[in-house]
């Protein structure tokens, strides 16, 4: 168990629809990042957040958003859902220079 | 942005043999370079990982090297058994104030035939 906590496991919607993923970070990391992995396919970085704040973007679409609450949990809101985001989105955590420690995954399913 | 380059796509090994995936990078100012084991249908798991300041680093049967004139790192795998199958990531970050956002190869699949 890697200690970062990942909610739903699974989520079957259909396109157009608009979701919300949630991750608790480990204790006392305050970095949170989030990651897709599309079927086959390696892990893309979406975005990360450091303490709050959004630190890093990467080649995430205008329709994903994401943010940091207080307590560090984080969320990703997916909107407007295609087929094509159908993928395992998994959050990753860590102390600000310290390895990354992934959570089990959310397995999004557009139908 | 960094780039990383993974090889082989895929790899079949004997048990008992040994197992090495390279990859490069693209930014010489990564300083971080970790290896990721992801069963399927599993989270990836951290076996291994390396700062710049270092040229190897061991763990029991696991080793990465690292050669930072030529941006390439590999990660050796000896007497493999066929509980190393599993498709391996290595990653690259620029580990700072920033925080640790690692660029990920494309994955190598390791198949260890018993």
């Known amino acids: 168990d890697s200690g970062v906590t990942q909610t739903p496991k699974h989520l079957i919607t259909a396109t157009g629809q608009r979701v919300t993923l949630r991750c608790s970070p480990r204790s006392g990391d305050l970095s949170v990042y989030w990651y897709q992995q599309s079927l086959d396919q390696g892990l893309q970085f979406l975005i990360q957040?450091?303490?709050?704040?959004?630190?890093a973007k990467g080649n995430i679409l205008e329709r994903f958003s994401a943010q940091q609450f207080p307590d560090l949990h984080s969320e990703l809101n997916l909107s407007s859902l295609e087929l094509g985001d159908s993928a395992l989105y998994f959050c990753?955590?860590?102390?600000?220079?310290?390895?990354?420690?992934f959570g089990n995954g959310t397995r999004l399913t557009v139908t | 942005g960094e780039n990383v380059e993974q090889h082989p796509s895929t790899l079949s090994v004997q048990e008992g043999d040994s197992a090495v995936i390279k990859c490069t990078y693209s930014?010489?100012?990564?300083?971080?370079f970790p290896w990721y084991k992801q069963e399927l249908g599993k989270r990836p798991q951290l076996i291994i990982d390396i700062r710049s300041n270092v040229g190897e680093k061991k763990d029991q049967r696991i080793a990465v090297t690292l050669n930072k004139t030529a941006k390439h790192f590999s990660l050796h795998i000896t007497e493999t058994q066929p509980e190393d199958s599993a498709v391996y990531f290595c990653?690259?970050?620029?580990?700072?104030?920033?925080?640790?956002?690692?660029?990920f190869g494309g994955g190598t699949r390791l198949m260890v035939k018993p």
């Open positions: 930014d010489s100012a990564s300083n971080y």
């Open positions: 957040y450091y303490n709050g704040e959004e630190r």
């Open positions: 990653a690259a970050s620029i580990s700072g104030n920033a925080g640790n956002m690692l660029t």
């Open positions: 990753a955590s860590s102390v600000l220079v310290g390895p990354l420690h």
